[in-house]
């Protein structure tokens, strides 16, 4: 029987997933290995983390632990799912909808109860979504309807809402 060494392993099909995780949430993050190493000051080393990355190296769970906070993310987060399947991005949502993204860098600089309700709202799409940029949210249809109970507004002008507030994203040249 062959002895692992837990942090050299031959590249297992479940590491190889981990490490497609870990790649996903750093490139959402816009980070490259070296943008990583510099702003952790060297405890995750370009190399090392690309390692984890291509399943040729496997991560402890503190390591993953750390890292999962170094993205702000939850640990869960960081590992594979089998439903992992991303829808395609276009205009409008499954029902037909128009889509609104939402700038959560804006929105984490309000406070108040209704901010701070979407905020979590929001944080809770973003887990689901698996989606961890961080920056911007798209939201879809099904979503508005919460938006606009939480800010007392008809659900056709959650849009115009979130715009008076200058919380929609709207992309440079756009």
Same mark, same amino acid.
């Given at each position: 029987m062959r002895e692992f060494d837990d942090d050299d392993i031959s590249s297992s099909p479940y590491s190889r997933k981990v490490g497609e995780r870990l790649r996903v949430i750093r490139r959402q993050k816009r980070l490259s290995l070296q943008d990583v190493e510099a702003t952790s000051q060297d405890e @995750? %080393?370009?190399? +090392? /983390?690309?390692?984890?990355? =291509?399943?040729?190296?496997a991560i402890s769970v503190p390591r993953l632990e =750390? /890292?999962?906070s170094f993205y702000s993310v $939850? +640990? &869960?987060?960081?590992? $594979? =799912? *089998?439903d992992q399947t991303v829808a395609a991005d276009s205009g409008? &949502?499954?029902?037909?909808? =128009? %889509? #609104?993204a939402v700038d959560l860098v804006k929105l984490s600089q309000l406070s108040g109860?209704? @901010?701070? #309700?979407l905020a979590r709202f929001l944080r809770m799409i973003q887990v689901q979504r698996? *989606? @961890?940029?961080? %920056? +911007?949210?798209t939201v879809r249809g099904d979503d508005t309807r919460a938006i606009a109970a939480m800010l007392d507004v008809p659900v056709d002008q959650v849009g115009q809402r979130l715009d008076a507030l *200058? /919380?929609? @994203?709207?992309p440079v040249g756009g």
């Open positions: @995750f %080393k370009a190399s +090392v /983390l690309g390692a984890y990355e =291509r399943g040729e190296r =750390r /890292l999962a $939850p +640990v &869960d987060q960081l590992l $594979p =799912r *089998d409008t &949502d499954a029902a037909g909808g =128009r %889509k #609104m109860q209704p @901010f701070e #309700m698996q *989606d @961890f940029n961080g %920056k +911007v949210l *200058d /919380l929609l @994203f709207h």
